[in-house]
T-cell receptor, first 114, second 114 residues
Framework: GDSVTQMEGPVTLSEEAFLTINCTYTATGYPSLFWYVQYPGEGLQLLLK?????DKGSNKGFEATYRKETTSFHLEKGSVQVSDSAVYFC?????????????FGKGTKLTVNP | DSGVTQTPKHLITATGQRVTLRCSPR?????VYWYQQSLDQGLQFLIQ???????AKGNILERFSAQQFPDLHSELNLSSLELGDSALYFCASSTHPIPVNEQFFGPGTRLTVL
């Protein structure tokens, strides 16, 4: 079945450091890909999305490119801030099955220190 | 604020009991999704309703059931509760038709089974 694998956390960085969180997926066809973020005590928020190969999603300084050849959707940010501390989830929507459900990775906790 | 509301915020109950979690989707959204977030299983899709009808089922236990009412709010019923049912339960909603599946998440209901 469809699945998402993302790098194990936690990840601890200093402010202004470069961030990469790896995400790879297994799916038939061309799923839509997402990054969601969960701040402490809150629900998930959509951070960015991409719907087809080579699409780049971007938001709030974060970017991810849909790579069909490597089945990857790695999240990057050039300079992290303390306010970026959260749990980040990579997810996909399968193209088959008749549902728009989200399949999530296990999440990566990011802590940014001042 | 995503516009999705969930009640109650916290629920503490005993094994063997039955509880009902409630979700109100964003105004105009026809689809409601339920997800369970636990430490060992991560974020798992439970069930999706679209305009009152069940659209897809995930890893939902037979002890769990859900419905979506004519006013589009949804309820998730959990019965014969076990310790392992302790988790965060999220509701999400989305519009249809959807060129890209952006789901908006509520703040969650934290269920503790003692």
């Amino acid at each position: 079945g469809d699945s998402v694998t993302q790098m194990e956390g936690p990840v601890t960085l200093s402010e202004e450091a470069f961030l990469t969180i790896n995400c790879t997926y297994t799916a038939t066809g061309y799923p839509s890909l997402f990054w969601y973020v969960q701040y402490p005590g809150e629900g998930l928020q959509l951070l960015l999305k991409a719907t087809k190969a080579d699409d780049k999603g971007s938001n709030k300084g974060f970017e991810a490119t849909y790579r069909k050849e490597t089945t990857s959707f790695h999240l990057e940010k050039g300079s992290v801030q303390v306010s970026d501390s959260a749990v980040y989830f990579c997810a996909l929507t399968p193209t088959q099955g008749g549902s728009e459900k989200l399949v999530f990775g296990k999440g990566t906790k990011l802590t940014v220190n001042p | 604020d995503s516009g999705v509301t969930q009640t109650p915020k916290h629920l503490i109950t005993a094994t063997g009991q039955r509880v009902t979690l409630r979700c109100s989707p964003r105004s105009g959204d026809l689809s409601v999704y339920w997800y369970q977030q636990s430490l060992d299983q991560g974020l798992q899709f439970l069930i999706q309703y679209y305009n009152g009808e069940e659209r897809a089922k995930g890893n939902i236990l037979e002890r769990f059931s859900a419905q979506q009412f004519p006013d589009l709010h949804s309820e998730l019923n959990l019965s014969s509760l076990e310790l392992g049912d302790s988790a965060l339960y999220f509701c999400a909603s989305s519009t249809h038709p959807i060129p890209v599946n952006e789901q908006f998440f509520g703040p969650g209901t934290r269920l503790t089974v003692l």
